[in-house]
T-cell receptor, first 119, second 115 residues
Framework: AQSVTQLGSHVSVSEGALVLLRCNYS??????LFWYVQYPNQGLQLLLK??????LVKGINGFEAEFKKSETSFHLTKPSAHMSDAAEYFC?????????????????FGTGTRLTIIP | EAQVTQNPRYLITVTGKKLTVTCSQN?????MSWYRQDPGLGLRQIYY???????DKGDVPEGYKVSRKEKRNFPLILESPSPNQTSLYFC??????????????FGAGSRLTVL
């Protein structure tokens, strides 16, 4: 079974400061990991994903995340926060890694982190 | 434009009054799924469908039904809604490839309140 833990349900950073959103996962098979962003009154959209290969993954809007197997982490970062980054961010792990769940593209989501940008 | 369309976006109803939330995608995706989002719980899967006439339960299926008669549509049915089904609902779809790495495209969400 897979699970995701996001540390900090609310994070506030100043405009121009580093953004760091934490995500730790648990998976019985090699994980596929995702970060989604949800802007107010909108659906979720993909920021980035890790499947295999390079452990540092770059996404849209200047975000990146690093897969660290030894730490079971997939933290999201952005060097300089912008006001438009204010949103809720979800880390997720794919559950299609084993035959017991064949055919289900289910994502197991964390509880989300609301990012506030201080002017 | 490639998208997943849900209707209604907002609905207030009363306990026991049957309702359907429609979901349609125009990307010819095989896989579709419903999630509910609740504060502090993130998103949890309700039902999913691998293709036409193939559906299965997710993590929280109680009180819901689905059908997949056409590839593009995947309605969510609440036969007898109860207040604990007050939530924000998302439909999502993806191309079905046996990899687990497929990206889900989400609808804009349907906010349901059951009084």
């Amino acid at each position: 079974a897979q699970s995701v833990t996001q540390l900090g349900s609310h994070v506030s950073v100043s405009e121009g400061a580093l953004v760091l959103l934490r995500c730790n996962y648990s998976s019985s098979v090699p994980p596929y990991l995702f970060w989604y962003v949800q802007y107010p009154n909108q659906g979720l959209q993909l920021l980035l994903k890790y499947t295999t290969g390079a452990t540092l993954v770059k996404g849209i809007n200047g975000f990146e995340a690093e897969f660290k197997k030894s730490e079971t982490s997939f933290h999201l970062t952005k060097p300089s926060a912008h006001m438009s980054d204010a949103a809720e961010y979800f880390c997720a792990v794919s559950a299609l890694g084993g035959l017991s769940n064949f055919g289900n593209e289910k994502l197991t989501f964390g509880t989300g982190t609301r990012l506030t940008i201080i002017p | 434009e490639a998208q997943v369309t849900q209707n209604p976006r907002y609905l207030i109803t009363v306990t026991g009054k049957k309702l359907t939330v429609t979901c349609s995608q125009n990307m010819n995706h095989e896989y579709m799924s419903w999630y509910r989002q609740d504060p502090g719980l993130g998103l949890r899967q309700i039902y999913y469908s691998m293709n036409v006439e193939v559906t299965d339960k997710g993590d929280v299926p109680e009180g819901y039904k689905v059908s997949r008669k056409e590839k593009r549509n995947f309605p969510l049915i609440l036969e007898s809604p109860s207040p604990n089904q007050t939530s924000l609902y998302f439909c999502a779809s993806s191309l079905f490839k046996i990899s687990g790495a497929n990206v889900l495209t989400f609808g804009a969400g349907s906010r349901l309140t059951v009084l």
